[in-house]
């Protein structure tokens, strides 16, 4: 049994390892300055390292962005800037080999700091917003915004921090900046050490369990005759656990990078500040004041057990990758983009855009566009299952969970592993496309199922 792991895994575990050294540093300095210019330092000599000369890219990515984003213009021109040269380091990918970054680290380099370096000049420009007291009434602000005028130097080291610099989660820089702000005697109260330890424990029990189980449900194993002679119900299960066992990949990097955050302060809030993954704290709390109850939730990237122990399908995707998310949330759904009448233009909106965001490979439209379709399917049998008599709501409740959650999303998740249309194409076509079947006919089934519905009798009731 080979239970090495990938040349990508061991440029994960370095990466977070040589992250981890440096947050365990900030804890032995007290000055906030010195910890961010360690975590940046770390950061950027990291980057070179790996990205060779297409730092460079990174680099011209990170000034463009950042130069924008401190003069004060709108914050839609950064997301429209950062995501133009997101794309076209993508299609240098599909021209030049040397430059293939969909399945390397640099690729995930550019993936985040995207996404911060749009976050922080939304922050910047609420900051003047806010000042000037000329509040917009259609436009929404769901954080806090800044209270002193960011440097453009500590922009720089944010967008250059260690701490999940290549996986995620994504903070935003109001929690990067308080978060390195921390005195140690307030931050020794916080109980990291114990929840740094519990996320590590788990980190390391799913990094373990996939490379156990890719030894019997790897990817390579699904372009084998032994899985085209299989039934197909066992073709479908063996599908099902192998996207499950190459999801377990992501989990383990994004609860190390989550690990790395704790240690270094980023994300520390008191509970009463009732924080949110992404966004940061959502309610007022003197934190002058004794506070023995703090937690993590703005870099909580992945709640494991809630994700798994979700009925819908919908409601597993909420708990998946969650900073991110509220990351497109803000800065996509509901931007003004698109009429915010037009909920489910604006759900395949956001679902493209982070399609981009992933690259130009197939397999990542194919991944969120499926994920946009069995959200509606969802809500469409929400809306016709009303009608109902409990039993048959019972069934329909089982009858989803078992097409939607335990079939359609990890179907989906192989667009995210393999990439390239065509093996997934195979995969698909040896399942005989249950999974798009099953979107399509279960809402089908239920609206004709609705006409022969007995409707009330309103003159009867009236009386």
Not at 80 to 104: C, E, G, P, Y
Request: glycine share 6%; proline share 4%; with cysteine.
């Amino acid at each position: 049994m080979n239970l090495l792991p990938s040349q990508q895994a061991l440029d994960f575990v370095v990466v977070t390892g040589s992250s981890l050294l440096a947050a365990l540093t900030c804890r032995k300095i007290e000055n906030p300055v010195t910890r961010r210019l360690l975590l940046g330092g770390v950061g950027f000599i990291t980057a070179i390292y790996y990205s060779g000369l297409q730092f460079l890219y990174v680099l011209l990515l990170i000034l463009l962005t950042s130069s924008i984003a401190m003069t004060k213009y709108h914050p839609n021109v950064v997301l429209v800037i950062a995501f133009v040269l997101r794309i076209l380091s993508n299609i240098l990918a599909i021209q030049f080999k040397s430059w293939d970054d969909d399945n390397t680290i640099t690729g995930s380099l550019l993936m985040i700091t995207t996404l911060k370096a749009v976050g922080v000049s939304y922050e910047v420009h609420t900051y003047y917003f806010a000042k000037q007291e000329t509040h917009s009434t259609n436009r929404k602000v769901l954080s806090k915004p800044l209270e002193h005028e960011p440097k453009y130097v500590d922009i720089l080291l944010y967008l250059f921090c260690c701490c999940g610099q290549f996986t995620g989660p994504y903070y935003t820089f109001k929690t990067y900046y308080e978060g390195t702000s921390i005195p140690n005697k307030v931050y020794s109260k916080t109980h990291w050490k114990q929840y740094s330890c519990k996320i590590f424990l788990h980190c390391l029990i799913a990094i373990t369990v996939h490379l156990i189980g890719r030894q019997y449900v790897g990817l390579h194993l699904l372009g084998t005759e032994g899985f085209k002679t299989m039934s197909l119900p066992t073709r479908i299960l063996q599908v099902v656990l192998t996207s499950q066992n190459g999801g377990l990949f992501l989990i383990s990097s994004w609860l190390g990078a989550e690990c790395v955050c704790v240690v270094a302060g980023i994300g520390a809030y008191p509970k009463e500040m009732k924080s949110k993954s992404g966004q940061g704290p959502t309610a007022h709390f003197n934190t002058s004041e004794d506070t023995s109850d703090w937690d993590f939730e703005t870099i909580t990237n992945m709640r494991c057990w809630k994700h798994y122990a979700c009925c819908r399908a919908s409601e597993a995707l909420k708990e998946w990758n969650s900073c991110t998310q509220w990351w497109l949330v803000r800065h996509c759904y509901i931007a003004d983009f698109i009429p915010q009448k037009d909920k489910m233009l604006r759900l395949f909106f956001t679902m493209t855009i982070s399609a981009m965001w992933h690259g130009l490979k197939p397999g990542f439209y194919i991944l969120f566009w499926t994920s946009s379709f069995v959200t509606i399917s969802e809500r469409i049998c929400d809306n016709l299952r009303t009608g109902l008599s409990d039993v048959w709501k019972m069934s329909l409740d089982f009858f989803m969970f078992i097409c939607f959650r335990w079939i359609v999303i990890p179907f989906a998740g192989l667009g995210l592993l393999l990439q390239e249309f065509e093996p997934i194409y195979e995969v698909y076509k040896s399942c005989y496309f249950l999974h798009i079947i099953s979107i399509v006919m279960i809402p089908l089934v239920l609206t004709i199922c609705s006409q022969f519905q007995p409707k009330p009798n309103i003159k009867s009731k009236i009386t």
